[in-house]
């Protein structure tokens, strides 16, 4: 919805960017055919309201349709469509040009930009303009303005380029072929970097490919169009629009809206991503926590990957193939409870939260000179997996007592008081 929003106003951005008058047309010493179309001509060219200029126009193609003077007419035509805002008049003039000399500049320029103004998707339409805009980027340097310098030309080729590229791109995006819509797009930023419109295209057009790889490549497109201020930039609602929409993408894609202005400040000052530019996925982020927490409680890492595996839908699968009699390095957790009350055989315990039961340990015989524990005793086994149940969650682990660690000791015996020695008193 955000790119149909935006053709009319790209396109009107490129109507603006060259001022092609009638100096593109050199034509060699012509005449009128008599007074009453010189007076005409006059009328014109003086004429500075687009409604009555029309008027003429009509009036002097319909009494002079051969006149000497078709070519200058029709260019006439196109500024006063143009003032009307009638884009769909102009194109018909444009075509005009383009069928009295093939090689038009102008013809072509307004052809190529029209086609992503009218926004008109029909294949014949596309078609057209793709034409139109091959035609423009070969024929160019044919149709330099006489007089013209060099630098002024080249300036003017660069704008030319980048409209022509942006028309093919637009219109491969349009048939929904994103490869070659890229290579446009990416073309006609080489010849201008600071085009938003383009810009966001490109992001879109990326992100369109569905390659995970590629999405903060698009991401950064995105927020260039939102974030690029003066010639070339987005204005108004559309601006705040693009910003809206790029802030949405981000935060889907990163987890939340932290860092998203340091991304925004790099779109802007860059016409296209460096190395230097990262954005992590909230994947990513969350690989990289999960490294850290691994590093630091490296036991209870290694539980949370093997109870994620067992609690799936093909957890029983999972255990027989992969836990079952397969000895469990040393894991910490606390007591939930155990039976019997004392010198017990069975111990349940938690790994990840201290009253959630996980792991019931069997023991043949209890440990030595073990006595009751309180819930959430901290204690260290390993122990062999034996038998597995999904719902409820519960890991059964044969453990050999001498592998339990942290099982309380019974107290000491308590020592007899030693009471006063009673004093013998002798008789005299």
């Known amino acids: 919805m955000l790119v149909r929003t935006w053709k009319i106003v790209a396109a009107n951005a490129l109507v603006a960017v060259l001022g092609i008058g009638t100096a593109w047309c050199q034509a060699p010493k012509k005449e009128v055919k008599d007074r009453a179309e010189y007076d005409l001509f006059m009328s014109v060219t003086k004429e500075t309201n687009d409604a009555k200029r029309l008027e003429y126009l009509n009036t002097w193609k319909e009494k002079y349709p051969d006149s000497a003077y078709k070519a200058e007419r029709l260019q006439y035509y196109l500024s006063t469509y143009k003032g009307l805002n009638n884009g769909a008049k102009m194109l018909e003039t444009a075509k005009e040009m383009t069928a009295m000399d093939p090689k038009s500049l102008m013809g072509l ?188 409680n490296p036991q209870l890492a290694l539980w949370m990957r093997v109870k994620t595996e067992l609690a799936a839908a093909n957890g029983e699968q999972y255990f027989a193939e992969h836990v079952k009699d397969t000895a469990l390095p040393p894991l910490r957790g606390r007591l939930v409870s155990h039976k019997p009350a004392k010198f017990p055989k069975e111990i349940v315990v938690g790994i990840e939260k201290a009253d959630v039961p996980e792991i019931t340990l069997k023991l043949e015989n209890p440990p030595k000179g073990a006595v009751k524990a309180d819930p959430g005793t901290e204690i260290e086994f390993e122990g062999t997996p034996v038998a597995f149940t999904r719902e409820p969650f519960n890991l059964t682990v044969e453990v050999e007592p001498a592998k339990l660690k942290g099982w309380p000791a019974p107290p000491p015996p308590a020592k007899k008081a030693v009471g006063a020695k009673k004093r013998v008193v002798k008789k005299k």
Do not use: C
Request: hydrophobic content about 40%.
């Open 109 to 296: 320029y307004w052809q190529t930009v029209l086609t992503v103004t009218l926004a008109d998707t029909a294949p014949d339409a596309l078609a057209a303009g793709e034409k139109a805009a091959n035609s423009l980027i070969a024929n160019m340097d044919a149709n330099k303005p006489a007089g013209a310098t060099e630098e002024a030309w080249q300036k003017e080729k660069k704008t030319l380029e980048s409209v022509a590229h942006t028309t093919l791109g637009w219109a491969a995006m349009q048939r929904k072929n994103s490869d070659a819509a890229e290579k446009s797009f990416a073309t006609s930023l080489e010849y201008n970097p600071n085009n938003a419109q383009v810009a966001y295209w490109m992001g879109a057009t990326i992100l369109a490919q569905r390659k995970g790889e590629r999405q903060a490549e698009a991401l950064f497109y995105f927020a260039r169009a939102a974030a690029m201020t003066g010639p070339g930039a987005l204005a108004g609602p559309v601006k705040q629009t693009a910003d809206q929409y790029f802030t949405k993408l981000y935060t889907t894609y990163h987890g939340d809206a932290s860092g998203i202005e340091d991304v925004k400040k790099y779109a802007a000052a860059n016409p296209k991503p460096g190395p230097d530019f990262k954005l992590l996925s909230k994947l990513e982020i969350q690989n990289q926590k999960d490294q850290e927490f691994a590093k630091q």
